[in-house]
């Protein structure tokens, strides 16, 4: 996962900022202190899920909580620029060549460590996440992190985050605006409900703020920055 993904800061104050707050706020209230594992997904590629997932995740780490984010999407090749060190990622841990501790980047961002992968080829990728590896790793990562954050596939390519569900308290479900028909967001929804997994809400992303008004003609996101800048 590229570093620029991550913008949230400790002290920024802005109307994207504050929406990460809100949604911290939102998983918090939902069952408070048994929210230890969180998976992001989305309908089809380029939602934003991947750049919502790690700045929720940031969100969490500047509260003092020991988070690790953990990118599931192992069939997506990522262009890795500022995290060139990476030769081994969450695939090597399943396939047993690894051990989860030389894998993970420690403090990749303070409070914040990363779990990453690789772009995987050689296999059935959905075989890893049902083997017993998987559970014993989420399992352990649960007993050292508060937080666990799970970036997964989006359900048009794969049921990965329905896998996964068994042993998430909640998913998020990230949908780009205008980018989904709702037949296919309908779809996608039943795949999660036939898993059993337990529906958080849904983060609307990509809303263009110079074109968005509210219900009664307002420009929020202009009125935002005018209340906190003066």
Do not use: W
Not at 78 to 102: A, H, Q, T
Not at 157 to 177: K, M, N, P, Q, R
Not at 181 to 196: C, D, P, Q, S, Y
């Amino acid at each position: 996962m590229p570093e620029s993904n991550i913008f949230f800061e400790r002290d920024s104050d802005n109307y994207l900022l504050e929406s990460f707050r809100i949604l911290r706020s939102n998983i918090y209230f939902l069952e408070k202190n048994k929210n230890k594992i969180i998976i992001f997904t989305s309908t089809i590629p380029n939602e934003g899920k991947t750049t919502i997932s790690a700045n929720y995740a940031m969100s969490e780490a500047v509260t003092g909580k020991k988070v690790i984010l953990v990118n599931c999407d192992i069939r997506k090749f990522r262009p890795f620029d500022k995290l060139k060190k990476e030769s081994y990622g969450i695939e090597s841990v399943l396939l047993g060549e690894k051990k989860v501790n030389e894998v993970i980047i420690k403090e990749f961002k303070e409070n914040l460590d990363l779990l990453p992968s690789q772009h995987y080829l050689n296999g059935d990728v959905t075989e890893l996440f049902l083997n017993n590896r998987i559970k014993e790793l989420l399992e352990n990562l649960k007993k050292k992190y508060d937080l666990v954050v799970l970036d997964t596939s989006p359900l048009s390519i794969a049921t990965d985050a329905a896998i996964l569900s068994e042993y998430a308290d909640g998913i998020v479900y990230v949908c780009g605006y205008n980018m989904v028909k709702k037949e296919k967001m309908i779809r996608a929804k039943k795949i999660l409900e036939r898993a059993g997994a337990k529906i958080y809400g849904i983060v609307i992303n990509k809303i263009d703020e110079k074109t968005y008004v509210n219900e009664y003609g307002y420009d929020e996101y202009r009125y935002y920055n005018n209340y906190v800048n003066g």
